[in-house]
């Protein structure tokens, strides 16, 4: 008897154990094209390419996504970038890098205007872009033009980088709604 109970207690432990082994899901390889930046109308392009990258790895972490090699997505996309954030051409993108789901952006206008006629000075912030996500998997196609024009003390200015957060911001909800059906599924 003892026998008995001691080989069913063995083939539950090995049962228990190596179940959730076996249910791991594969990570979704993630194409992030490079962030197209206006340089005549941005003046800090080099910034808003370093922003985009960090929230980049940032929300695509390991276990559930893996992103591919900069070389393998820039073999994928012409040289002077993507001609259209259409659904076609990000899937063309999908296609030539195997991969499960693609983001890119294009960051056309960040300016700063000042407004003099308040009583303490503001500036007119103004932000545009394109932001598209192509997720192959679910065959969800988000597209979604920036504007963003808000007004700010320029005293407050000081201590924080309006346009980095207004960015930030920006891209992680956009991110977000192209990762939301991965999530469920």
Do not use: H
């Not at 791991?24 to 206006?38: G, H, L, N, T």
């Amino acid at each position: 008897m003892k026998k008995v109970f001691s080989f069913i207690f063995t083939m539950l432990a090995v049962l228990f154990l190596s179940a959730p082994l076996g249910s791991v899901a594969e990570a979704a390889w993630v194409a992030v094209v490079p962030i197209q930046v206006d340089d005549q109308n941005v003046e800090r392009s080099a910034d808003f390419s370093g922003y985009y990258w960090d929230i980049m790895i940032n929300k695509f972490q390991y276990p559930e996504y893996e992103l591919l090699d900069d070389e393998k997505v820039e073999n994928a996309i012409p040289e002077n970038g993507l001609p259209s954030f259409a659904q076609s051409v990000l899937a063309e993108v999908c296609d030539k890098t195997d991969a499960d789901i693609v983001v890119a952006m294009k960051l056309d206008k960040v300016e700063e205007n000042p407004l003099s006629f308040r009583r303490e000075p503001s500036l007119e912030c103004i932000m545009k872009g394109e932001f598209a996500g192509y997720n192959r998997i679910t065959g969800k196609y988000y597209y979604k033009k920036m504007y963003y024009k808000d007004e700010i003390e320029e005293i407050l200015t000081l201590k924080n980088d309006w346009q980095q957060n207004v960015f930030a911001s920006n891209v992680k909800r956009y991110v977000n709604r192209v990762m939301e059906d991965n999530k469920k599924k």
